[in-house]
């Protein structure tokens, strides 16, 4: 075992991974400094400096087990989450989703962990990674450039692929002749997503105007100098998913299945609005991140029949996201390999999504925590969503990108099921088993 000074933990982000890890720290009592460079050093992507500041969507996706996220946060919460703990608390209709005021989920995750009596936050960009103390690097997938570099040093290499956010409206701008209510398949309240459906000619129309919009330029620092991208696949820019054929998007963010407009008819296409807060007054166009220009997001996006006439609250950008190559330099308990007091958590590992990134640093936390108390860390079982994916981050054989989670990465089943649902119930229950196990013998 490693010696390492009884100082308080540090943690390098107040991201999701971050305050997750600090939580399972709190929880043993042992002390926490968390530094935040925001708001005095801004990203390009963040708007303030909120602890757990949600970017890309207020969705933390699907909620039910049998599907892989939602196992995944069934996880979480048996774990003792504070995201999943803050979410269900500030949770606004969704569907079969689970979406959050974003404002009320940073402020309960913030004052949670401000009010315990070993926590300490400070605001200020560190650019030096601890020799001997234990520290947990959850800084994010836009690490600042001198946090960077130094973290580049350790790893022997950088990895960078590009992320996009969508814009929000205002509901009072919407045109609601145009729009109507319904969540995919009537599932939640039916108030949960506001739908603008498109004709054939409306769609045709706004393939080509997206098709031919004008791109903001990556800055350097994005494009390594070179004004290249790389794209994560589970997060395409509407544009590029748009450009890979006509029909695309209809069999993507605007598939109409499961929606009929107010004649009852299914839409030829359709853009679906997810409210952004619990008083419904900000929307987000699902799956619609993207690089346009602001001017040209305006123009094409006004083509959404109900959206002629919106009130933009945000436009869509694009920025860098920064991660590890994991496989090569971590181990399976998220500890660098030849620095035993540093570990990594979030999506700088290579994880890709909130409650991915979320979940991650519950794993840190946990096994940093052990490591403070001269214990032996630990490796959540395969079996599980959680180990299911670290497994992945720390071993994958091929060319390493970020993941999201998925049953894919689970064991297959000890038997064959007739259908999918029926497969993923058992995955799901095999998962829930093992980690109950897992935390028993904790």
Known sequence: ???????????????????????????????VIMYEMRPHKMTPAHTGGDLAELVCSNSLRAAGTTNAVGLLKAEMRLLGSLVMEAAE???????????????????????????NPNFTLIREEITELPQDELCIIASGP????????????????????????????SYESLDMQKCFWQSRYDKGDGTDYLNCPMTKDEYDAFYHALITAELAPLRDFEGEGEGKEKTFEGCLPIEVLAKRGEHTMRYGPLKPVGLRDKDGNEPYAVVQLRRENNEGTMFNLVGFQTRLKWGEQ????????????????????????????SPKILSADLRLKDRANLFFAGQITGVEGYVESSACGIAAGLNAARFYEEKETVIFPQQTALGGLLYYIC????AFQPMNVTFGLLPPPEQRFRGKQLKNEYLAKRALDAMQS???EL
């Open 395 to 398: 071993n994958c054989p091929t």
């Open 438 to 440: 897992f935390i028993e």
């Open 89 to 115: 608390a500030t949770a606004v209709p969704a569907g079969g989703a689970l979406a959050v005021d974003r404002k009320k989920f940073s402020a309960y995750i913030e004052e949670k962990l401000t009010s």
């Open 142 to 169: 836009l690490t600042s450039d001198k946090l960077a570099a130094q973290i580049q040093e350790l790893a022997g290499e950088g990895l960078y692929f590009h992320d996009a956010i969508a814009p929000i409206v």
């Open 298 to 325: 305006k123009r094409v996006f006004s083509m959404i029949p109900g959206l002629e006439n919106a009130e933009f609250l945000r436009l869509g950008a694009m920025h860098r996201n920064t991660y590890i190559n």
């Open 1 to 31: 075992m490693v010696k390492h000074i009884k100082s308080p933990v540090k943690i390098i982000g107040g991201g999701l991974a971050g305050v997750e890890a600090a939580w399972q720290l709190l929880k043993k009592d042992i002390p």
